[in-house]
């Protein structure tokens, strides 16, 4: 029985579970999906976002140049799978203060109501959470940036919370954060933020020690018939730097900052060789996630090595499953 509600997407992107899989998640067998360079002058593509449109699928990916700045460019795909990424980067309608572009990464799309919100890493004075809207993956809006700096992993709810536009993110600081915590916030009107909520934040010492040294969320919440399916990231700090890993919580579903279940476990790591060697080693980043909700099955896109990009499958019952059989007992 599928636990999903919202989308019905039949000829999503799947495969099924490996005979041989002991894993809650299984990797597709033709990763990775997008190569650094898909697009003309491209150093790296990684950390982007997919949702379903049209009579296909639409994209923002994060492309690095060959100078490694950071931008943010629209895509098309018939399948989810094929991309035909523009070679130029998204240009924004709005205020010129906040159009003007200091850099702009690891984006997120969420489709509320009649259109489809871009969240992405923005920087103005340091890096915060920019939003925009578009209704064609062709003509794109800006809004006023979420938060002060520093902040990153703006991630919306797909639906309101009661009468309020919902919002997970990670404060931080200017640099490659050595912490960090996911937080919950609210809005009226997309431009002014409150109800701060601290969701949940790194495990001390190794009691799940993959995620010691900070979190942040990465695709757009999953509506279950048990609360919200956050696949989020993980940090630990290892004697060869950070590893990234993916996890899923569980979160209620009117008071999202309350935290029902998490997983002890991680359920994506850096192991193959797209995924362990690149521009930044060991890194698995979910940013999005595809879902048909009659058969609960999940289609996850990740950056690999902040050079490519990945996709991964699993179900609703799979993960609800695991954070089941190996709890996080400190979901406080």
């Not at 650094?36 to 950390?47: H, L, M, Q």
């Not at 449109?53 to 490694?68: L, N, T």
């Not at 130029?88 to 969420?110: H, L, N």
């Not at 890493?121 to 938060?147: M, R, S, V, W």
Request: glycine share 8%; charged share 20%.
């Amino acid at each position: 029985m599928s636990h999903l509600k919202g989308n019905v997407l039949p000829d999503m992107p799947w495969q099924e579970k490996p005979a041989n899989c002991r894993m809650p998640v299984w990797r597709y067998s033709e990763n990775p999906i997008i190569t650094r360079d898909a697009v003309p002058n491209a150093n790296s593509i990684f950390n982007s976002a997919v949702v379903p449109f049209g009579e296909g699928y639409a994209g923002v990916f994060r492309c690095d140049s060959r100078s490694v700045s950071m931008d943010i460019f629209a895509g098309f795909s018939k399948d989810g799978i094929h991309w035909e990424i523009s070679a130029q980067p998204i240009s924004f309608e709005g205020d010129p203060e906040v159009t003007k572009r200091e850099y702009r990464y690891d984006p997120r799309v969420c489709f509320i109501e009649d259109r489809y919100y871009i969240t992405w890493c923005n920087g103005y004075h340091g890096p915060t959470i920019g939003i925009a809207y578009t209704f064609d993956f062709k003509t794109f809006y800006q809004l006023e940036n979420a938060f002060l700096p520093y902040n990153r992993n703006g991630v919306l709810f797909p639906r309101k919370i009661g009468e309020h536009y919902a919002m997970l993110s990670r404060p931080s600081d200017t640099g490659h954060t050595p912490f960090g915590d996911i937080f919950y916030s609210e809005s009226p009107d997309l431009t002014f933020w409150g109800k701060h909520r601290w969701v949940m934040g790194q495990i001390t010492g190794d009691a799940s020690a993959w995620q010691s040294k900070k979190i942040g969320p990465g695709p757009t919440p999953i509506e279950t018939d048990e609360g919200w399916l956050l696949i989020y990231h993980g940090v630990i700090n290892t004697c060869n730097g950070f590893v990234y890993r993916i996890g899923c919580a569980l979160l209620d579903l009117e008071k999202p900052w309350i935290v029902k279940a998490r997983s002890r476990n991680y359920i994506l790591a850096p192991q193959e060789l797209y995924e362990c060697v690149g521009d930044v080693p060991n890194v698995t980043f979910p940013c999005a996630v595809l879902t048909d909700a009659p058969t609960g099955r999940i289609a996850i896109y990740y950056g690999c090595a902040d050079t490519v990009t990945g996709l991964a499958f699993t179900t609703a019952e799979e993960l609800l499953q695991y954070m089941k059989d190996y709890p996080l007992e400190e979901t406080t």
